[in-house]
């Protein structure tokens, strides 16, 4: 049986906008620093320096909070693929894979506890297809702007290779033991030969 989950209210003015983004970065970092289940929305609350009240009326539920960082991260990745599109059709395949990459090295943090909370909490788990679909087809976008011939099938089998290349990436560059920095220079090399 399906719980319903109670979904976060969204901010009208400039200073509960503020407020909204100070508790999503208190979450994503006590999420990463603790874990979902032991962070507390006392702690949330603390850290982003608001009052607990200020917390649940935007965010009813801990799980609430989490589809709305989930959300906030494909807001995020998705609008900075979409101002690479702008400019894929001028950028030579080197700098389009380099900026890919980027983009996944600059949102490496919000992407880890995404992607944990993809993995662990139920009610976010229920929606993991369609966060998943939207970067794809934000990398899809990316394709076609820089290769208008490209057909939807195409850009699309493109795209779900790129974001395999690319997902691995913040993960190698922790790997300094074992020659980070090489490593990430491979798979720039490795994006880079990718012909779609």
């Given at each position: 049986?399906?719980?319903?989950?109670?979904?976060?209210?969204?901010?009208?003015?400039?200073?509960?906008?503020?407020?909204?983004?100070?508790?999503?970065?208190?979450?994503?970092?006590?999420?990463?620093?603790?874990?979902?289940?032991?962070?507390?929305?006392?702690?949330?609350?603390?850290?982003?320096?608001?009052?607990?009240?200020?917390?649940?009326?935007?965010?009813p539920s801990k799980d609430a909070l989490a589809e709305a960082l989930v959300n906030h991260y494909i807001e995020q990745m998705g609008g900075m693929l979409d101002e690479?599109?702008?400019?894929?059709?001028?950028?030579?395949?080197?700098?389009?894979?380099?900026?890919?990459?980027?983009?996944?090295?600059?949102?490496?943090?919000?992407?880890?506890?995404?992607?944990?909370?993809?993995?662990?909490?139920?009610?976010?788990?229920?929606?993991?297809?369609?966060?998943?679909?939207a970067i794809r087809g934000h990398i899809a976008g990316v394709l076609r702007a820089a290769k208008p011939a490209l057909d939807e099938t195409r850009a699309v089998a493109g795209a779900m290779v790129i974001n395999q290349l690319t997902r691995s990436v913040p993960q190698l560059v922790g790997a300094e033991e074992h020659g980070g920095a090489a490593i990430v220079a491979d798979a720039r090399r490795a994006l880079q030969s990718k012909e779609v």
């Open positions: 049986m399906q719980t319903e989950v109670q979904t976060a209210k969204e901010p009208k003015r400039a200073r509960g906008k503020a407020r909204v983004a100070a508790l999503l970065d208190a979450a994503g970092a006590l999420f990463g620093e603790k874990g979902y289940e032991a962070a507390t929305m006392t702690e949330i609350a603390q850290r982003a320096g608001a009052a607990i009240g200020s917390l649940y009326q935007f965010f690479i599109a702008q400019r894929a059709s001028r950028l030579p395949a080197a700098k389009l894979a380099d900026e890919l990459i980027d983009v996944m090295l600059r949102l490496r943090a919000e992407r880890e506890v995404a992607m944990k909370l993809l993995n662990t909490v139920t009610s976010v788990m229920e929606s993991r297809n369609p966060p998943r679909h």
